[in-house]
């Protein structure tokens, strides 16, 4: 079993920053992608970024620019830089771990139980 835990969330003001971090542990090998997802009260879940082992990232088109993925490969740990932030980033954020099947193991797909992060004056 994966675990994830989130950490980093709070209240912000608007145009500041903030560091999300996200630690895995468990049964962790193979390609696996993680990454961050966020929900909005009245919203449904959407992407914010990934990022694969080899460090190949992929942006919602809302963040691109102000938010950076990175990742920890050694610590099994993965990060959101935010910065710029707006109001409409207020939302839960929830971390990511995808492993697809392969010849050791069936699929993964765990989730962590989110952070809080309100950005608001």
């Known amino acids: 079993q994966v675990q994830l835990v989130e950490s980093g969330g709070g209240l912000v003001q608007p145009g500041g920053s903030l560091n999300l971090s996200c630690a895995a542990s468990g049964s962790i090998f193979g390609i696996i992608t993680m990454g961050w997802y966020r929900q909005a009260p009245g919203a449904q879940r959407e992407l914010v970024a990934t990022i694969t082992n080899g460090g190949r990232t992929n942006y919602a088109d809302s963040v691109k620019g102000r938010f950076t993925i990175s990742r920890d490969n050694a610590k099994n740990t993965v990060y959101l830089q935010m910065n710029s932030l707006e109001p409409g980033d207020t939302a839960v954020y929830y971390c990511?771990?995808?492993?697809?099947?392969?010849?050791?193991?069936?699929?993964?797909?765990?989730w962590g139980k989110g952070t809080l992060v309100t950005v608001s004056s």
């Open positions: 990511n771990y995808n492993r697809p099947s392969t010849d050791w193991g069936p699929r993964v797909n765990a």
